[in-house]
């Protein structure tokens, strides 16, 4: 009865969110601003995920970060969490939802197709290291995620149809600006997330590195972020080109979250 209590309250968030999605894409289509709907949307999406994952949380005694369902069902949250808080906060890019939200949209339809099921929390999670190493992961992603909307409307500017979409945004120096600012915020966390996740290595496994798939993608993944910072600090690079590189990141960050550790033979998999 609670698994269906979970899901039920999770398939009403995601539904919530889809609605929220739909609207801003259809107010950057339409030119109209039904910004306080897609908020208040996105706050019931959030408000109803949250209910479904702490029924989970109490249900199974473990936090949602042991399957691939318990990983993607925390992440859409955690994104989406991020994602409302630059919504609320940065009225004059709340437009970029129309970009932002698909991206999230795949994340849900990857998350309802993988089965629910249960698994017990291994020996090695049982560290308050866990929740800090991934609690600064999550703050990464999300503000990559941001970083993502904004280099996309760049892009999307170079189109005669983006430009027309995206008039009242700030000019692509401005929102390039933004994007980078976002970028440096997800370098300062990613940094962290490294360093929780080498205390727990040394915890769990009695080393702190060890150069297995998801360590050695998570440290290429923080030198691109790097070599992308450095780039537009030390170079004049155009909002295209800058675009381009928080692309790249986000593909990295992408893959080393949500593929390596799915992939891996080794103990520091990610998910069990």
Not at 137 to 154: D, E, P, R, Y
Not at 174 to 179: K, M
Request: charged letters at 10%; one cysteine or more; hydrophobic letters at 60%.
């Amino acid at each position: 009865m609670d698994l269906f209590m979970e899901l039920s309250v999770l398939w009403a968030a995601v539904v919530a969110y889809v609605l929220a999605g739909s609207l801003a894409i259809f107010g950057v289509l339409l030119k109209k601003r039904p910004e306080k709907a897609i908020l208040g949307l996105m706050v019931a999406g959030l408000v109803l995920h949250t209910v479904a994952i702490a029924v989970r949380w109490d249900r199974l005694d473990h936090g949602p970060f042991v399957t691939m369902f318990e990983i993607l069902s925390s992440n859409v949250w955690s994104l989406m969490l991020a994602f409302a808080i630059a919504y609320w906060r940065l009225p004059a890019v709340r437009p970029v939802a129309a970009l932002v939200m698909p991206i999230l949209f795949t994340m849900m339809g990857w998350l309802m197709t993988v089965s629910p099921g249960e698994a017990h929390l291994p020996p090695t999670y049982h560290t308050v290291w866990l929740f800090i190493h991934i609690g600064f992961g999550k703050v990464f992603l999300g503000a990559v995620l941001v970083a993502v909307g904004l280099s996309g409307v760049i892009l999307l500017r170079q189109t005669g149809a983006g430009g027309n979409w995206f008039q009242r945004l700030p000019t692509d120096e401005r929102l390039s600006e933004l994007a980078y600012r976002c970028m440096a915020i997800g370098f300062v966390f990613e940094t962290l997330m490294l360093i929780a996740g080498a205390i727990w290595a040394q915890d769990a496994w009695g080393r702190y590195w060890d150069w297995d798939p998801l360590e050695t993608w998570a440290f290429i993944t923080w030198l691109i972020v790097g070599v992308s910072l450095h780039a537009r600090l030390t170079f004049n690079l155009s909002p295209r080109l800058g675009a381009w590189l928080v692309l790249a990141v986000f593909v990295s960050a992408f893959l080393t979250f949500f593929g390596v550790p799915f992939i891996s033979q080794t103990p520091h998999q990610g998910a069990v």
